[in-house]
């Protein structure tokens, strides 16, 4: 793991001196996984954050700091940039390397298989258009993709010159075309024209890899195109033209044929970002008109019209419709939009006309955050990615040396044995030496081997988020695999999250609509489920909700605020209980709420219990069988971690089939469970809404979070986000991430088995350069396209118990 420490600057949102803002803030950043430690200074104007770049990203350490009130400042920036051409993973690498070595950049991580590069720099000492320079030198057109600035990024596919888009072609075709007009000069016994030929070939078809290596000794790498144009020009100069231009022709064809595999692999993400429409049509005062989506501002009315995909995210304002959510949320069924009713940006319109009031500007819709959280992804570097990369670091040197002992060695040898014993040199010894080094030149290429795992995790990414689950990285796709824990938060997991005030119990002078409105008015800022019922019963009272001001959430334990001067408590039990209040009175209607398996919301005003708010959840549909098929699966434990009472803990776990339930706690002894549920059984992945399981979210090896498509802080702080309210993508992913390492443990098997096999018969028999390179590009083709299979992994459709049913392309597959 490699570790980077960034001294950070820092504006508090109570001054220097909040002790309490600067503990949570250490606190809440540490808990970031891929984060070992982070202190503020004693000036209180910086932070010092020490962290792993392929496990998190700085934008996400920025976002949790802001989520708890902190700035980071504006020092640092995050691009995407778009790597136009890169066809080969040493060239992204080189690129990688080049970047890396700039002044003021903290950090680069470019992807070959998702054709992007991700860089972190310092404003002030270097900026967007010096990196693209850098990469331009490369020969690769950088396209950066950040929404931050204009939102131009999403505007549709990208737009490619007709050379660019047939450079590779055309080259493919001269050197082809030129060799075999070499090779017919050659049986015509014209030698001369025939050498001509076969260089004007090798000149045409490699005249882009030479520039590329020379770019790659700049950067003080020795890449594929450094070994490729040594031995093309090793075997022209010892003569062998028609393997020089053989090796070219091979070379190019490959790559052509492996492009265009890995653009599939490109282009499940890019789909992503031509979801979203580049107009929108906007309801003015003289009109509707037609105009960019960038000039969409929140509060203007966006008409959609029937069948059109909608271009924002927004409130339906009038109509009714269904729309398509998938590209979203990966549901299956489109969903019924009426007033009132979230939309969101790329969805697809049904048969009904809406206006939608916009919520959000373009760079910052669903469908935008998604993408840039995918593009995250795609730059950090899982636990095998890394181990093949230092593999490969190692590999090709050793080879490269063993190539050049093997060209230099034997016939140096040979003319010492020869010239103490007085014999005469043997003709051609040196070209024979020299050739079986070149084609060991090419076999130290490890290009199979180091796409082999890229390709297979972006693959997997994007068909998970095809499917309605975002995963933050290669690191905890490896690790959904290997989870055998999975525990789960009730409120929004287990069950709807959607409830409804059922009774409301006078406790002391109050009546029941006051109590209820106290309740709501202190509720009304609060996140957790239970708010808005407060809320919403309140008001179909028609009763005015009173003024709270000073509102604190005090979580796993219910709120506090003043309401019209008076001290409030909305909560539990316990809240009530460290207040020293007298419950006497309220301990029945508690004993017999809960014995229903309801939850008894307590409220009470200037130091006594006024009253109770008694409200109840229904259990979410389908759990019992994605519970079941877990089990199925080899997850030796689920359980049931919720802050209710006993009784509505029980009902709850009995409806889902879950065994083993823990209830009455608070988010501190959620985290305790977490770590010792990982002491007993192994890794554990936690399932909750992100609102009062924070803490176990991030100390569990996995955190999912429910229903991340209406939730800002669900996308940025869960480790794999659920887009909608479906627990099915659990098993999903947890099939797709084995598959993956499946799928990644073959590709590596065969490109380590081929290597060898052409390494040994290189040193032993000696192979030709067109064979070694047939070997080369070859195997990372079929590696590319083994890992392309993954696309087709599909979410199970599940009986209402028992085993899943596979979708059967998706069963094929495997």
């Not at 075999?180 to 050659?186: E, F, H, M, P, R």
């Not at 022209?236 to 053989?246: F, Q």
């Not at 690790?479 to 999975?486: A, D, E, H, K, S």
């Not at 990372?780 to 392309?809: E, F, I, K, Y």
Request: charged content about 20%; some cysteine.
């Amino acid at each position: 793991m490699s570790t980077q420490t960034l001294q950070l600057p820092l504006i508090l949102p109570s001054g220097p001196d909040c002790e309490r803002c600067i503990a949570r803030l250490q606190a809440e950043v540490t808990r970031i996984k891929g984060v070992t430690a982070a202190a503020v200074n004693n000036a209180r104007t910086t932070i010092t954050v020490t962290f792993d770049p392929d496990a998190v990203t700085l934008s996400r350490i920025e976002s949790e700091a802001r989520r708890v009130g902190a700035d980071l400042g504006a020092r640092i920036d995050h691009q995407t940039i778009d790597l136009a051409d890169v066809d080969c993973p040493d060239c992204a690498a080189s690129i990688e390397k080049d970047v890396e070595r700039m002044d003021g950049v903290l950090w680069a991580g470019a992807n070959f298989a998702a054709g992007c590069i991700h860089v972190e720099y310092e404003r002030g000492r270097t900026s967007l258009e010096a990196i693209c320079r850098v990469i331009r030198r490369h020969g690769v057109r950088a396209c950066p993709l950040a929404a931050s600035a204009t939102g131009e990024r999403q505007n549709g596919p990208r737009r490619e010159s007709f050379w660019s888009s047939y450079r590779r072609l055309f080259s493919v075709l001269a050197s082809a075309g030129l060799a075999v007009a070499g090779w017919g000069a050659s049986l015509l016994g014209h030698s001369v024209a025939s050498e001509v030929l076969y260089a004007g070939a090798i000149v045409s078809g490699g005249a882009g890899m030479a520039r590329s290596a020379l770019l790659a000794l700049r950067a003080r790498a020795v890449d594929m195109n450094v070994l490729m144009t040594v031995a093309i020009a090793g075997a022209a100069g010892i003569g062998e033209w028609t393997e020089g231009a053989t090796v070219v022709v091979l070379y190019n064809i490959g790559v052509l044929l492996q492009a265009g595999a890995v653009e599939r692999t490109r282009r499940s993400i890019r789909s992503l970002m031509d979801l979203r429409p580049r107009t929108a049509r906007v309801s003015r005062p003289e009109g509707e008109c037609e105009v960019l989506v960038e000039a969409v501002a929140p509060g203007d009315i966006v008409v959609v019209r029937p069948g059109e995909r909608i271009p924002v995210d927004g409130v339906v304002a009038s109509g009714s419709s269904a729309v398509n959510q998938a590209p979203i949320t990966g549901e299956s069924l489109p969903a019924r939009k009426s007033p009132g009713d979230h939309v969101f940006a790329g969805t697809l319109n049904g048969a009904g006309a809406l206006t939608v009031q916009v919520t959000a500007v373009v760079q910052d819709t669903v469908l935008a955050r998604i993408i840039h959280r995918v593009e995250e992804a795609q730059a950090q570097r899982a636990p095998v990615q890394q181990f093949i990369d230092q593999f490969a670091r190692v590999y090709t040197p050793i080879v490269v040396g063993l190539a050049a002992a093997i060209a230099l060695l034997p016939p140096l040898g040979l003319m010492a044995w020869h010239a103490l014993h007085g014999a005469s040199m043997v003709p051609g010894m040196w070209p024979f030496w020299i050739e079986r080094g070149l084609a060991l030149l090419i076999v130290a290429c490890p290009c199979a081997l180091v796409i082999s795992t890229p390709v297979a995790i972006v693959t997997a990414i994007g068909a998970a988020s095809r499917n309605g689950a975002l995963v933050k990285g290669g690191v905890f796709l490896e690790q959904i695999g290997r989870l055998r824990v999975m525990l789960y938060d009730k409120t929004g997991t287990l069950t709807e999250g959607r409830f409804r005030v059922e009774d409301v119990v006078p406790l002391g002078d109050a009546g029941a609509a006051e109590v209820l409105a106290l309740a709501a008015a202190v509720e009304a800022r609060s996140e957790h489920p239970l708010a808005s019922a407060f809320v919403e019963a309140a008001s179909r009272r028609g009763r005015p909700l009173p003024e709270a001001r000073d509102f604190q959430s005090i979580p796993g334990r219910g709120a506090r605020a003043v309401v019209e001067g008076v001290p409030c408590l909305v909560g539990s039990v316990a809240l009530m209980e460290s207040q020293g209040l007298d419950l006497t009175d309220a301990r029945p209607h508690l004993q017999r709420a809960e014995a229903l398996g309801k939850t008894a919301i307590l409220v009470a005003a200037g130091g006594r219990v006024a009253g109770m708010v008694v409200a109840a959840d229904s259990p979410r549909q389908g759990v019992a069988a994605v519970v079941a098929d877990l089990e199925s699966l080899g997850i030796a434990c689920q359980a049931l971690l919720t802050g209710d009472n006993v009784h509505a803990a029980r009902s709850a776990a009995e409806a889902a089939g879950i065994r083993e339930f823990k209830a009455g706690l608070l988010p501190e002894q959620k985290l305790e469970l977490v770590r010792e549920y990982r002491r007993r059984f192994g890794p554990v992945g936690m399932v909750g809404d992100g609102i009062n399981d924070a803490p176990a979210l991030a100390a569990a090896d996995v955190g999912f979070v429910m229903g991340a498509v209406g939730s800002d802080t669900a996308l940025e702080t869960a480790d794999v986000a659920l887009m909608a309210d479906d627990l099915t993508r659990l098993p999903f992913l947890i099939r797709l991430s084995r598959r993956t390492h499946a799928v990644i443990r073959q590709n590596v098997a065969f490109s380590l088995g081929t290597k060898a096999a052409l390494l040994v018969a290189a040193v032993v028999v000696g192979i030709p350069l067109w064979l070694a390179v047939a070997g080369d590009v070859g195997v990372s083709l079929l590696v590319t396209l083994n890992a392309l299979r993954l696309r087709q992994t599909a979410v199970p459709s599940l009986p209402a118990r028992g085993r899943p049913t596979l979708d059967p392309a998706a069963a094929a597959s495997d």
